[in-house]
């Protein structure tokens, strides 16, 4: 067999919830061709489908574009996934699947993207397979817009942590999270394409040399909320035993004029009712009314869609994936009793913050003047007292453009998942992280020059994966930081705690471990200070 294709890196552009979809799935880096060293003879594995044959490289196996369903299209599109017909013929598993559909950097159907794309990939530690080891089952981000599993390059994860990893594609945009009073499961077909290869996970982990009965879930992002959906959602009850989210709190949300210029106000969750309210308006506007509206958007243009993708990107509650807001869920303990491994970047704002210096440089009217307008003039004059520029001075960088990434990343981000964390840790065990690594190289390409990025939002990911056949070039100290992490995750995968022999103690929140090369990789931090929580808790 020819030398596996690992994911191609896309770009998302059209609306400034596209932009922001760009940089929150790290998804800006141009696209390069991934190769791999293969190592012997092909392995094939026996799904209770079909043969697959993927291809050996160095210490694993590397299995791409496994379908887990029937592809979505046609009277298919808006429905939940359907169980693929089986085949008999070796099927080869060397290349990834396309992406699920969603636009490139011209408002077109991105190259490689598909809505036929409901695809897994498998990273396995070579060896006997009898072992039953643990899963890891990555659901990336991309503000439920865009990205692909096969982005994510798991082999040193698998590898260095002994844990099979499986990256999957679920429906993004208005494909996966559309609503329409005519249909049902409305705004949750992502949610049900996740559960669909959970299931395939708990079939099939054994032919890998996964444990069926020992899966993590893990996410980051929109990847992360997706995790904390699955939590919450009674139908994913019991398809896995443990949860890691990544800066994806159920928690979260943004004032408006907060994640990019001009953006309205945003939070995860949608009430069903909202979402099929849109739907109908969308569909009234592509001439699809009356009885057969849903048969005539189930055959309009795949790209004619795509232009809605803005609209429909909140996964919808009062649904049956969903029954309550998640929000509610967490706060009266309506969620699966598994350990959950939660936390975020020390600078997750950084990121957004970026397009904001980009558009214009901040200074202190600019940072008086955007305060006002995501918090209201009375509000915005006690947030800047608290976030005064000139205590962001002495580094590189504009001070008041740090301190308006400041705002966003408390508010926005640590605070919700202190708050998540909390009401976790009534009923299961909860183990808190901030990654605080300050120097992970810029491998988005998207920092004005002179902007720190810090610990912006995503930049943990190079320590688990390589991205889209991206080595991002660590350096020493941050490469002991990634295998530390990565044997951190593994044992939380393995036994639902980090702890291990050979690693610093790990203690259960309400401690919280600051990950970075500095501090020998793990010490305690206090979140609730470093971010003014009890300042935002206390808000009007």
């Not at 982990?205 to 069926?212: C, E, I, L, N, V």
């Not at 020390?346 to 950084?350: A, F, V």
């Not at 508010?411 to 708050?419: D, E, N, Q, R, S």
């Not at 941050?478 to 990565?486: H, P, T």
């Given at each position: 067999m ?13 609306p400034?919830?596209a932009?922001t ?5 790290c998804?800006?880096?141009p ?8 190592g012997?003879?092909d ?7 079909g ?5 050996a490289?160095?210490?694993?196996e590397?299995?791409?574009?496994i379908?887990y369903?029937q ?6 599109r ?5 169980r ?10 060397s ?10 950097e011209?408002?077109?159907v991105?190259?490689?993207s ?13 060896g ?12 990336h ?6 990205g692909s599993?096969?982005d994510f390059?798991?082999r ?12 999957v ?26 559960q669909a ?7 099939n ?8 009965g ?8 929109s990847?992360g909320?997706?995790?904390c959906a ?7 009850a019991g398809l896995?035993h ?6 994806g ?7 408006k ?12 969750w ?11 308006a ?29 609209r ?6 009062g649904?049956?994936a ?17 350990p959950?491994?939660?936390?975020n970047t ?5 990121l ?5 210096e ?5 200074d202190?009217?600019r940072?008086?003047?955007?305060l ?11 947030v800047y ?14 001070p008041?453009a ?7 990343t408390d ?9 998540a ?6 009923h ?6 901030e990654f605080?690594e300050?120097?992970v ?9 002179g ?10 990911l190079p ?14 100290a ?9 044997m951190?995750?593994?044992a939380f995968?393995?036994?639902g ?9 790990w203690?259960?929140?309400p401690?919280?471990q ?15 200070a ?5 300042f935002w808790?206390a808000?009007p």
């Open positions: 020819g030398e596996p294709v690992l994911g191609r890196r896309r770009r998302t552009a059209g400034v919830w932009v979809a760009l940089v929150t799935c998804l800006s880096v696209a390069v061709g991934a190769s791999v060293t293969t012997g003879a392995p094939v594995a026996r799904t209770d489908l043969p697959v044959r993927g291809v490289t160095g210490h694993t590397l299995y791409q574009g379908p369903a592809p979505p299209t046609g009277s298919r808006w429905r939940p996934p359907v693929p017909r089986p085949w008999t013929a070796v099927r080869d598993a290349k990834p699947g396309p992406a699920c559909a969603q636009l490139d011209t408002g077109g991105a190259a490689h598909s809505e036929d794309c409901l695809y897994l990939n498998v990273t396995a530690p070579r006997n397979r009898s072992e039953r080891r643990p899963v890891v089952v990555y659901l981000g991309g503000a439920f817009s865009s599993g096969s390059d798991a040193r994860m698998a590898a260095t942590g002994g844990v099979v990893v499986v990256t594609n679920s429906r993004l945009g208005v494909f996966g999270f559309f609503g329409h009073p005519r249909m049902a499961g409305s705004g949750t077909y992502a949610l049900a394409d996740q290869a959970l299931r395939w996970v708990r079939a982990a054994q032919a890998f040399g996964g444990d069926p020992n899966v993590t879930l893990m996410g980051e992002s990847g909320a997706s995790v699955q939590l919450v959602s009674p139908p994913a896995f443990r949860a890691i989210i990544q800066s709190s159920c928690l979260q949300s943004w004032p004029n907060m994640m990019a210029p001009g953006l309205d106000a945003i939070s995860y949608a009430p069903r009712t909202a979402v099929q309210a849109r739907g109908a969308a569909a009234a506007k592509l001439g699809c009314t009356g009885p057969d509206g849903p048969a005539c958007l189930r055959r309009t243009d795949t790209g004619k869609l795509l232009a809605l993708n803005g429909f990107v909140t996964p919808a509650f649904t049956r969903l029954p309550t807001d998640p929000v509610k869920a967490l706060r009266t303990g309506a969620f699966q009793r598994v959950v491994l939660q936390g020390r600078d997750e704002h950084r957004f913050g970026s397009l904001f980009a558009e214009k440089p901040i202190d009217a940072y008086r003047a955007l006002a307008t995501s918090f209201g003039e009375r509000t915005a004059r006690r007292v608290r976030y005064p520029p000139r205590a962001y001075s002495g580094r590189s960088g504009s008041a740090l301190a308006w990434a400041a705002v966003g508010v926005g981000w640590v605070c919700p998942t202190l708050a964390d909390r009401l976790l840790a009534r299961v065990p909860v183990f808190s992280f605080a300050p120097n190289p810029d491998f988005l390409g998207v920092f004005p020059k902007y720190p990025p810090g610990a912006f939002h995503g930049s943990e320590m688990f994966f390589d991205i889209a056949g991206t080595s991002v070039p660590l350096g020493p941050q490469r002991k930081l990634s295998e530390s992490m990565i951190y995750w593994a995968a393995a036994q705690d980090p702890n291990r022999a050979g690693l610093p103690r203690p259960r929140f401690a919280t600051a990950l970075d090369s500095a501090r020998a990789g793990i010490s305690r931090t206090d979140l609730a470093g971010h003014h929580c009890r808790a808000r």
